[in-house]
Structure formats: C-alpha cells, structure tokens
C-alpha cells in the first residue's frame, strides 16, 4: 500500500470548502493509502496564538475529522509535538537549506513584501521543518492545497540534496494536487472561494455553525436571474456551487439532481440543499459532542503518537548516524 502523510494548521474553524475540498477526500484516502495526518500545530505558533486557543482549536479539530469519518483504526493521526523527531529533523533541514531558497518562499515573501513587521524567523524557517515533517515517515504521496505545493518541492530538492550529500536516506515524495475535491465558493459572491477569512459570513458555512442558520445561507444564497437549472459554472457560477454541495453531500450525480428539477424553480431546489445541509451538520455536531465528551481526542492521539515516533525515532536516528552526531 502506498504512504500519504498530510498536517493540518490548526487555526480556526473548519467550513463546507474544507469539508468537500479536503476532509472528504481523505475519508476516499483512507481506504486506499496508509494514511498519515497529524496536527501542525509547530507551525501554529510561527505566528502569535494564545495557548488556550492553540488548545481548542486542536481538540476542535480533531474532533471534528473524527466525526467527519477520519477512522483512526486506518488513518494514524498525531499531534507534531508529541514526535520530538520533528523538531529534531527540522533543524537538520534548515542547516540544509539556503537563505536565498527560503526568501522564495511566498508565505515569507508576501508578509515581507506588505511590509508587515513581527514576521518571525519562524516563519522563515517553516518550509524546512515541513520537510522534516514529510520526510520522517517517506511518503508516496503529499496531498496539499496549491499554495503549499513550493513547499512540497522545497522538501524534494532538501531530500535530493541530503541524499547527495550523505547517502541515501530519504523517499523523495509527490505532491498531490490534482486529485483533491471540488472547490466550494462563497455563498454570496460565487467568484471568491468559500473561506473562514471571507468578509461576508453568510457566504461560508461552518461545519459548527447552528444548522437552522445554516439552511438560511443555503435559501438566501446568492444566484442568478435566468431561472433554469443547468449546471453551467461560467454563467450560472452559484447555481452550480449549490448543486455541487448537494451532490458531494448526498452522492447523487449532479446530472441526475439536474434532471430532477427540469422545469422547476430555484426555490425548490435551495428547499432540498438546505434540508440536505441541516441533516448533514446536525448529524456531524451530534457526533463531534459525543466524541468531546468521550476523551476518545486524547486516546486516539496517545496511538497516533505511539505509531508515529516508532516510524521517526527510527529515521532521526539514520539521520543523526549520517550527519556524524552518534558517536
Ligand atoms: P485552508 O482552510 O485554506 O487552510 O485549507 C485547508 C484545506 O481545505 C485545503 O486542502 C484546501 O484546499 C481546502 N479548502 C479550503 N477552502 C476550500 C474551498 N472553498 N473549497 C474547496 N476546498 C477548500
Ligand atoms: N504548511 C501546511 C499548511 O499551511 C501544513 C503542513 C505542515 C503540512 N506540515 C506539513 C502539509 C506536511 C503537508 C505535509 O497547510
């Protein structure tokens, strides 16, 4: 079976976009890879988050994919820090990697160019330590949005680089881009992706949001005014978003859902998806309180931890041989 290893930031709250665009794809992975997740929250802190937010938003998390479907018997699932080897690995790496190579880094780059000050050397250094992160555990495959893509090839070049240098030691991993889901847009301005930053709350939906309030996004969602239903994403951009939600969310292909409203109006059709998106997060909230309740968050990171560092110790301690840190 094939390794894929992803992390997750920890930082703020997920919505529909992730849901569709990522959670559900690797419920899909899950079955077909030996599945890593972990949660980033070592690149959390390169910029300023209070400790008790760090807290919940981990716990959240977590919870949250567990009750999404994320199986821990089948996906091995971590938090960073409870894997020294991370930290361990990563300062190796940035002793890898070149200033200039890091100046390329958009996160860097952008913050630096607004001209933002408190940029941390953290920051700076987050490329490598997402190497460390991918390289501890040789995946086939890393599965990440486009803009963290630089970064998966930041990993390749430093493991081609480490294997040259020493021997080989490192997979040099895939990033995977295409086959992540559907992109959700925002419910109010169809052009802009869905987002927890979007100026407009009514446009995105909370996978905690209260799911009456919920059903009210999805009956004032913005569409069109050419009152027929089609799928047609160029000129029909938020009739098309609401069908894709309907489909992901009920596995009914979007040609039959289509077909089922020909010669009905938008109404009804917003009727079914705002049903449809009630029923889902009342499901999702009623397990994601049992499982807080439950302290199974806690005990599927004790095991993910316990997998995780058996994998690492066992690459940090190759590297440290290599580097000429065992004596
Ligand atoms: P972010 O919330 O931007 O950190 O993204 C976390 C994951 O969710 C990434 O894999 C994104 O590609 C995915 N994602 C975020 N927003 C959307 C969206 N509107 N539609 C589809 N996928 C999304
Ligand atoms: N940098 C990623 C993000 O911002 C999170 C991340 C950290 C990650 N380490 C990783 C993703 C390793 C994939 C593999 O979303």
Not at 37 to 55: C, G, M, Q, S, Y
Not at 151 to 161: D, S, W
Not at 249 to 254: G, M
């Amino acid at each position: 079976m094939k390794r894929m290893l992803s992390g997750i930031k920890p930082t703020g709250r997920l919505h529909l976009g992730n849901y569709i665009g990522a959670i559900s794809q690797f419920k899909k992975y899950q079955d077909e890879y030996e599945m890593f997740i972990f949660i980033a929250n070592e690149h959390a802190i390169t910029v300023p988050i209070e400790a008790k937010d760090l807290r919940k938003n981990t716990k959240d998390l977590i919870a949250l994919y567990l009750a999404c479907g994320l199986d821990p018997e089948k996906v091995t699932i971590f938090l960073q820090s409870d894997v020294p080897a991370h930290a361990q690995l990563g300062w190796v790496m940035i002793c890898m990697s070149y200033m200039g190579e890091l100046q390329r880094m958009t996160q860097y780059k952008d913050k630096t160019a607004k001209g933002e000050t408190g940029v941390t050397a953290g920051l700076f250094t987050y490329p490598p330590l997402m190497a460390a992160d991918i390289l501890l555990y040789d995946p086939d495959y890393v599965p990440v949005g486009v803009d963290q893509k630089q970064h998966v090839e930041l990993t390749r070049n430093l493991a081609e680089r480490f294997n040259h240098r020493y021997s080989d030691t490192f997979k040099i991993p895939e990033p995977l881009t295409t086959k992540v889901g559907q992109k959700i847009f925002s419910l109010q301005d169809p052009e802009k992706k869905m987002s927890k930053s979007a100026a407009d709350p009514k446009g995105t939906i909370d996978l905690l949001d209260d799911p009456a309030a919920a059903r009210k996004k999805i009956m004032s969602a913005k569409t069109d005014s050419l009152g027929i239903i089609q799928f047609d994403p160029i000129n029909q951009p938020g009739l098309a978003n609401l069908l894709t939600i309907q489909s992901v969310l009920t596995n009914e292909p979007v040609e039959s859902i289509v077909s089922r409203y020909e010669g009905k109006g938008y109404g009804e059709l917003k009727k079914e998806i705002g049903q449809t998106v009630f029923d889902f997060l009342s499901n999702l909230q009623e397990k994601y309180n049992e499982i807080l309740k439950s302290g199974k968050v806690e005990e599927v990171l004790k095991n993910g931890a316990e997998k995780a560092s058996y994998i690492a110790n066992k690459k940090i301690r190759k590297v440290y041989k290599k580097v000429g840190f065992t004596l």
